[in-house]
């Protein structure tokens, strides 16, 4: 089956910068949209980022637009998601989602799209 895993969590202080990597295997990457999805302590699972199969379209939650950026390496099958200015309110553990769709170049907004997660990574922003 599908195996996606993050990396490029930790800790960080206010307004720095990390960049998560997301791994995948046992897919046709290519055939792949994806998505990036964090989940603070005690609140639910949210949307972050995504990007379409061939990185034509992307999509980014109001609070992330202008300091995150996703990308992707299909010869590498590896997402990327670029952090940059970060605050205390982005400490979560990110998870990767992966959605297979061939013949679609949009993207995944919703959690019930994927079917494919990481086990996620932890980011910590320190004020």
């Known amino acids: 089956q599908v195996q996606l895993v993050e990396s490029g969590g930790g800790l960080v202080q206010a307004g720095g910068s990390l960049r998560l990597s997301c791994a995948a295997s046992?897919?046709?990457?290519?055939?792949?949209?994806m998505g990036w999805f964090r989940q603070a302590s005690g609140k639910e699972r949210e949307f972050v980022v995504a990007i379409s199969r061939n990185a034509g379209s992307t999509s980014y939650v109001d609070s992330v637009k202008g300091r995150f950026t996703i990308s992707r390496d299909n010869a590498k099958n590896t997402v990327y998601l670029q952090m940059n200015s970060l605050n205390p309110e982005s400490t979560a553990v990110y998870y990767c989602?992966?959605?297979?769709?061939?013949?679609?170049?949009?993207?995944?907004?919703?959690?019930?799209?994927?079917?494919?997660w990481g086990q996620g990574t932890q980011v910590t922003v320190s004020s």
């Open positions: 989602a992966a959605r297979f769709a061939p013949y679609r170049s949009g993207t995944y907004n919703n959690m019930r799209n994927y079917n494919n």
């Open positions: 046992r897919l046709t990457f290519s055939s792949y949209a």
